[in-house]
């Protein structure tokens, strides 16, 4: 077709951002397609009339049952005769990667490192240090020469520089946050610039968006690992993750991200560590419990 048909076929192709909601229509119609296949041979084998109704009944649960998403999924049963093998591989596997160190001796004997594939959450009040040791724990990884992506739904990429700057330079957060009333030749400057050369050498990013939704955790998940090894992401506050159509109320909202991220973990062969913020209003609730906000 030559350079015209080239031309409309670029116009037509689906961007990164439509790719999953394409997508979901197709499995959609899938789904559907089949169980109409399926209903139709279950309506001629019964116009047929040669098969008793026992026979009839298991032939019509099996075709549904092979139409359906569970038929067709990869969710794995483990039978007592493959028991054995499959915990021989788990142990094997959990000596042969080894987990991620937080940088902290206490912290990791106490959860045994971050494991790959798994999540952890990090919860506290407003003003607890949440980011804080969260910040610390990702310039411990980054110094280790594995790859961290912190995506920072709350915070801001100002305040994640200016925490990161401290660590690195010991100057406090509060000088840092000030820089505009420092002088042209003041000396901090120079250890700020030394802080961000080393960052240079790190295999570390940051999603500082405020209007990231769980399906583009998925996509920017995706593209760094196409740029290189990725090991821990942390989302600061996680909770804060835009999604449509499923908002019925915050426990549910909660559960759906937290199940979609632990897949996600999985899918990348990564840990996720999760920043939650837990309600301030824990003394007037009768029993002191907290909650998540």
């Given at each position: 077709?030559?350079?015209?048909?080239?031309?409309?076929?670029?116009?037509?192709?689906?961007?990164?951002?439509?790719?999953?909601?394409?997508?979901?229509?197709?499995?959609?119609?899938?789904?559907?397609?089949?169980?109409?296949?399926?209903?139709?041979?279950?309506?001629?084998?019964?116009?047929?009339?040669?098969?008793?109704?026992?026979?009839?009944?298991?032939?019509?649960?099996?075709?549904?049952?092979?139409?359906?998403?569970?038929?067709?999924?990869?969710?794995?049963?483990?039978?007592?005769?493959?028991?054995?093998?499959?915990?021989?591989?788990?142990?094997?596997?959990?000596?042969?990667?080894?987990?991620?160190?937080?940088?902290?001796?206490?912290?990791?004997?106490?959860?045994?490192?971050?494991?790959?594939?798994?999540?952890?959450?990090?919860?506290?009040?407003?003003?607890?240090?949440?980011?804080?040791?969260?910040?610390?724990?990702?310039?411990?990884?980054?110094?280790?020469?594995?790859?961290?992506?912190?995506?920072?739904?709350?915070?801001?990429?100002?305040?994640?520089?200016?925490?990161?700057?401290?660590?690195?330079?010991?100057?406090?957060?509060?000088?840092?946050?000030?820089?505009?009333?420092?002088?042209?030749?003041?000396?901090?400057?120079?250890?700020?610039?030394?802080?961000?050369?080393?960052?240079?050498?790190?295999?570390?990013?940051?999603?500082?968006?405020?209007?990231?939704?769980?399906?583009?955790?998925?996509?920017?998940?995706?593209?760094?690992?196409?740029?290189?090894?990725?090991?821990?992401?942390?989302?600061?506050?996680?909770?804060?993750?835009?999604?449509?159509?499923?908002?019925?109320?915050?426990?549910?909202?909660?559960?759906?991200k937290l199940g979609f991220l632990s897949q996600l973990s999985e899918e990348f062969n990564i840990h996720c560590c999760l920043i939650v913020q837990i309600s301030r209003e824990?003394?007037?609730?009768?029993?002191?419990?907290?909650?998540?906000?």
């Amino acid at each position: 077709g030559g350079q015209k048909c080239l031309i409309e076929l670029a116009n037509e192709s689906i961007s990164d951002t439509e790719f999953q909601v394409y997508l979901e229509i197709l499995k959609d119609k899938f789904i559907k397609r089949n169980l109409i296949t399926s209903c139709s041979a279950v309506m001629d084998r019964g116009f047929a009339d040669n098969q008793d109704s026992q026979e009839f009944l298991d032939f019509a649960l099996d075709k549904i049952w092979q139409a359906t998403p569970s038929f067709h999924s990869n969710i794995n049963i483990i039978s007592p005769k493959d028991m054995y093998a499959t915990r021989m591989q788990d142990l094997r596997e959990r000596l042969e990667v080894p987990t991620i160190s937080s940088g902290f001796a206490n912290l990791d004997q106490m959860i045994g490192g971050f494991k790959r594939k798994d999540t952890s959450i990090i919860a506290g009040r407003p003003g607890m240090g949440k980011s804080a040791i969260k910040k610390c724990i990702e310039k411990n990884i980054a110094e280790q020469g594995l790859g961290v992506v912190s995506f920072a739904l709350e915070q801001g990429f100002s305040t994640e520089a200016d925490r990161m700057e401290s660590l690195l330079t010991r100057i406090p957060v509060t000088e840092i946050q000030n820089t505009h009333r420092w002088r042209k030749n003041d000396p901090r400057i120079k250890k700020i610039q030394a802080a961000n050369r080393t960052i240079e050498t790190w295999n570390y990013h940051v999603v500082p968006s405020r209007a990231v939704s769980t399906r583009d955790v998925r996509s920017i998940l995706f593209q760094l690992t196409q740029m290189g090894p990725l090991d821990i992401a942390f989302f600061d506050l996680f909770d804060r993750l835009t999604d449509v159509n499923i908002a019925f109320n915050k426990a549910q909202v909660i559960t759906e991200k937290l199940g979609f991220l632990s897949q996600l973990s999985e899918e990348f062969n990564i840990h996720c560590c999760l920043i939650v913020q837990i309600s301030r209003e824990t003394e007037k609730k009768k029993n002191h419990r907290p909650s998540l906000v």
